[in-house]
Nanobody
Framework: QVQLVESGGQFVQAGGSLRLSCAAS????????MGWVRQTPGNEREFVAS????????NYAPSVNGRFFISRDNAKNTVYLQMNSLKPEDTALYYC???????????????????WGQGTQVTVSS
């Protein structure tokens, strides 16, 4: 069992930056591909970024590539999402998710993630 707790979401103006954090409990963090997924009301969850547990290779959605950066600290059981040049369309509830022992090429698929946090709200004003 893995428990995930996100933090760092807040109201910010367009062009600003935020860093989200996700603290994980349990022993499987270092062997889990970690992802960030976002959702707006009435829409499906949308992949944002992932980081592979084997080689720490990141993967990004085209809409955030070059602006968002994912990283992990296995010693702290924490994954981060640095978000720069924020846009109003980045407004969403951001979830942290874990896919234990998954190292495949489809980490962008939301269905690959087994464990989810409760989400942290990011609101970007224009």
């Amino acid at each position: 069992q893995v428990q995930l707790v996100e933090s760092g979401g807040q109201f910010v103006q367009a062009g600003g930056s935020l860093r989200l954090s996700c603290a994980a409990s349990g022993r499987t963090f270092s062997s889990s591909t970690m992802g960030w997924v976002r959702q707006t009301p009435g829409n499906e969850r949308e992949f944002v970024a992932s980081i592979n547990y084997v080689d720490d290779i990141p993967n990004y959605a085209p809409s955030v590539n070059g602006r968002f950066f994912i990283s992990r600290d296995n010693a702290k059981n924490t994954v981060y999402l640095q978000m720069n040049s924020l846009k109003p369309e980045d407004t969403a509830l951001y979830y942290c998710a874990a896919a234990p022992l998954y190292s495949g090429a489809h980490a962008y698929r939301v269905a690959e993630y087994r464990y989810w946090g409760q989400g942290t709200q990011v609101t970007v004003s224009s």
